[in-house]
């Protein structure tokens, strides 16, 4: 029956699932939260079509690389999981970053958020943005991410720091720390569990509410300073956080575009699944997902009451 779930998509960009090895800082980083949820790291051969537990759980390995020759980048695999159209098929090839005409245009017609409010739904973005970021969107310089692309196709809103400053957005770093840092400019800081649980109080007062962050990315890349290990310890504090604050009605999902993260010993993407990882009483509606191109549609129907999501479909 529609309006029975709530959804919460955070977009991590940049985590594969990689072997359980200690190289893997999924594996040697304490993830108290992961480890709680799964019984075991955020690994490979965790993944499986079943749930578990109470709410239950699911861990879907994905295909990001789709068919498509070479390393998944941001652009295509963005798109892919904000449309539900495989982009990189579309374009016969893996664009990174910022989308071109082509990708933006698969946005503008395919877009889940745009589809989302089409349904009725109340839909949300977390993330808060710099007035001079807001200001390039709005008078459309520069070239947004698929993820900006994707809210914006849809005509909602940018969260400010002025709404940062009261806990009702997220920076794109989790705790503040690094987005401060990048910006330049004084950006408030909270700890990964109090960004938690402001998440999931936006959460809790929409249909679907969508989060990124690229934390996780920058780390893989060894870029802005940031750590692997802040990178894992963040994301885990952030789940902490939500899922102790998770509303009943609410589903968690945590996904990627492409893997990264999970090989820290090199400094490209890597061509490993994706986690999808579900949290809620909409789990298992996602346990048996295989491709990073099936998360919009069946988001979408979730959300419609289109499939039973108490059993795999
Ligand atoms: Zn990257």
Do not use: C, K
């Not at 578990?52 to 695999?77: C, I, R, W």
């Not at 016969?92 to 082509?102: E, K, T």
């Amino acid at each position: 029956m529609p309006g029975a779930h709530r959804l919460l998509l955070v977009f991590a960009d940049g985590v594969g699932l990689g072997a359980m090895e200690e190289r893997n800082p999924f594996v040697s980083v304490p993830t108290p939260a992961l480890r709680a949820l799964l019984g075991a790291p955020l690994v490979a051969e965790r993944a499986t079509a079943r749930t578990s537990g109470e709410p239950p759980v699911a861990l879907a390995a994905l295909d990001a690389v789709l068919g498509v020759a070479g390393l998944p980048q941001s652009g295509t695999g963005q798109t892919t999981l904000f449309t539900g159209v495989n982009a990189q098929a579309a374009l016969g090839r893996h664009v990174p970053a910022l989308p071109g005409p082509r990708l933006r245009a698969l946005i503008s017609e395919h877009g889940l958020l745009a589809r989302l409010v089409a349904d009725g739904r109340a839909v949300t973005f977390a993330n808060a943005y710099g007035a001079a970021y807001a200001e390039r969107l709005r008078s459309g310089e520069g070239r947004p991410s698929a993820t900006s692309w994707t809210v914006a196709a849809a005509g909602l809103p940018f969260r400010t720091l002025e709404d940062l400053a009261r806990g009702e957005a997220l920076p794109w770093d989790v705790t503040g720390e690094s987005f401060a840092l990048r910006a330049g400019i004084d950006v408030p800081v909270a700890t990964a569990e109090v960004a938690g649980e402001r998440l999931a109080r936006l959460a809790g007062a929409h249909d679907f509410t969508l989060y990124e962050t690229f934390l996780t990315d920058v780390a893989g890349h060894a870029r802005w300073g940031v750590t692997p290990e802040m990178a894992v310890r963040r994301l885990d504090g952030l789940l902490a956080g939500l899922l102790a604050a998770r509303a009943p009605d609410l589903t968690v999902l945590l996904t990627s575009d492409h893997g990264n993260l999970e090989e820290p010993w090199h400094r490209r993407h890597t061509t490993n699944p994706v986690p999808l990882l579900a949290v809620g009483p909409a789990a298992a509606a996602f346990a048996g997902l295989t491709r990073l191109d099936e998360v919009a549609p069946r988001a979408r129907a979730v959300l419609g009451g289109e499939v039973d999501a108490a059993a795999p479909s």
